[in-house]
C-alpha cells in the first residue's frame, strides 16, 4: 500500500482525505521533477514543494493506482460484484461505471485543489494580489483620490479659487469559468501504471501558466499607464531616474524595477560608459543596479500549446513598481476547482475525456501607481 498508515490519523482523518494526500505527495514530487526552479522544462512558474523524495516513484504509483481504485470500487454499487483492480478486463469495467467515476474524479480534483492553495506563483505574486472567493462571489477593492487639497496665499478678502475633488469609487472583480480538456487512456489505467502524479502537475501547470498570462497582459498593457506621467516610450536615464522619483513621491515607497532578462539587456544596451559597466554586461547580460534603483527578473514564459512556443511576456518593456502591499493588479479566483465527465466516442472507447474547470479573473485596480519604461 501507498504509505496509507503515515496519513492516518486516528478518529479524525477519512480515508478520502489520505487517499488524497497520498495522491498529492505524487504530484508535488512530479511538480518538483518537471517544473521547479532548477528542473523547468517549460516554464519557471513553480516551486519547490516540502516532500519526501526518498521514495521508489514508480512503485509508490503504481501503489497508488491500486489503492485508488479500491477506494473508488468500495463506494460504488458495483462493488460487490467480483471485480479485481488487478484484472485488466475488470478496471475497464470499473471506469464505465458513473458511481465508480464520480469519486474517481472527486479524488483527482481535490488533489489539484491542495495543489493550487499549497503555492502561489511566485512571479504573479510580485505583480498581483491574490483573492480566494465563494463560487459565484466577487471581491471588492476600494480607489480613493491620492490628491491633497491645494494650499493657495489667501487674505481675508480674498476668496480661495481652487477647489480640490476628492473621490473615493470600489472596483468588483467577479471570477469567469476557465476549462481545459483532458483525456485518459483507461487501457494503461488498466496496467496500474498511470502516472497520476505527473497528469495533475500538467494541469495544474497549465491552469497556473494562464493564470500568469493574464496578469502578465494587463501589468504590461500600455494603455493603462499612457496617459500618466509615468510612461514613456523610449529609454533616456533622465526620465528613467525622473519617473522613479515621482513613484517614490506618488507611492510613499521604494521603487524597483522588473522585466525579463531580454529587457534589462536592451536597456543596458543603450548605456555606454566606463569599463566597469562594460564588464557588468559581459559577465550578467545587463546592468544590475541602474540610477539606483534595484531590479527583479521576471521569468519567461512561452505559449507551449503552438509549436512556435510565442513567448508571452514582453521583451521590450521594464516596469516600475513600488515596494508595497498594494500591486497593481488583483486576481480573484474561486476556491475550488469542478470537473465535467463526457463518455469515449465510438472509435476511442478506452478514453475517458473530462473538463476541469476553474474559474478566475484579472482586474487592474490598484491603489498604487505604477511605471512602463520601453527598451530596446
Not at 548605456?271 to 534603483?293: C, H, K, M, P, W
Amino acid at each position: 500500500m501507498f504509505n496509507i498508515s503515515k496519513y492516518a490519523i486516528p478518529n479524525t482523518e477519512t480515508e478520502f482525505s489520505r487517499i488524497v494526500e497520498a495522491g498529492t505527495d505524487l504530484a508535488k514530487i512530479a511538480m518538483n521533477s518537471r517544473y521547479s526552479e532548477n528542473n523547468s522544462q517549460i516554464i519557471n512558474l513553480g516551486t519547490k514543494y516540502n516532500v519526501a523524495t526518498d521514495i521508489n516513484y514508480a512503485k509508490a504509483n503504481k501503489e497508488y493506482n491500486e489503492d485508488l481504485y479500491k477506494y473508488c470500487l468500495k463506494t460504488s454499487p458495483i462493488r460487490d460484484i467480483g471485480l479485481d483492480v488487478n484484472n485488466k478486463a475488470d478496471v475497464v469495467q470499473m471506469f464505465n461505471d458513473d458511481s465508480f467515476l464520480k469519486k474517481f474524479f472527486a479524488v483527482q480534483t481535490a488533489i489539484l485543489n491542495t495543489i493550487n492553495s499549497d503555492n502561489e506563483v511566485e512571479e504573479a505574486i510580485a505583480l498581483a494580489n491574490v483573492s480566494n472567493v465563494t463560487m459565484g462571489d466577487s471581491a471588492a477593492f476600494e480607489i480613493e483620490s491620492k490628491s491633497l487639497f491645494k494650499v493657495q496665499d489667501h487674505s481675508y478678502d480674498n476668496n480661495v479659487s481652487d477647489e480640490q475633488k476628492m473621490f473615493k469609487s470600489s472596483i468588483y472583480v467577479t471570477p469567469r469559468l476557465k476549462a481545459a480538456k483532458i483525456s485518459m487512456d483507461v487501457q494503461q489505467a488498466a496496467m496500474l501504471n498511470y502516472d497520476f502524479g505527473k497528469q495533475i502537475a500538467k494541469i495544474a501547470m497549465s491552469f497556473r501558466t494562464q493564470m500568469y498570462n493574464d496578469i502578465i497582459d494587463i501589468i504590461y498593457t500600455v494603455a493603462n499607464v499612457s496617459a500618466t506621467p509615468f510612461y514613456k516610450a523610449s529609454f533616456a536615464k533622465l526620465t528613467y531616474v525622473e519617473v522613479v522619483d515621482q513613484l517614490k513621491a506618488t507611492n510613499s515607497a521604494g521603487v524597483k524595477a522588473y522585466g525579463t532578462r531580454l529587457a534589462f539587456v536592451n536597456m543596458s544596451d543603450d548605456i555606454t560608459s566606463g569599463f566597469t559597466t562594460q564588464d557588468e554586461v559581459n559577465r550578467t547580460g545587463f546592468i544590475a543596479n541602474l540610477y539606483a534603483t534595484p531590479y527583479a527578473l521576471i521569468d519567461q514564459a512561452v505559449d507551449s500549446t503552438t509549436s512556435s512556443y510565442t513567448t508571452q511576456v514582453p521583451n521590450n518593456r521594464i516596469l516600475l513598481l513600488s515596494d508595497t502591499g498594494d500591486k497593481p493588479v488583483k486576481l480573484v479566483r474561486e476556491d475550488a476547482m469542478r470537473v465535467l465527465v463526457s463518455d469515449g466516442t465510438q472509435s476511442s472507447i478506452y478514453k475517458k475525456t473530462y473538463t476541469l474547470i476553474d474559474s478566475w479573473k484579472a482586474a487592474l485596480a490598484t491603489q498604487a501607481h505604477y511605471g512602463i519604461i520601453v527598451v530596446g
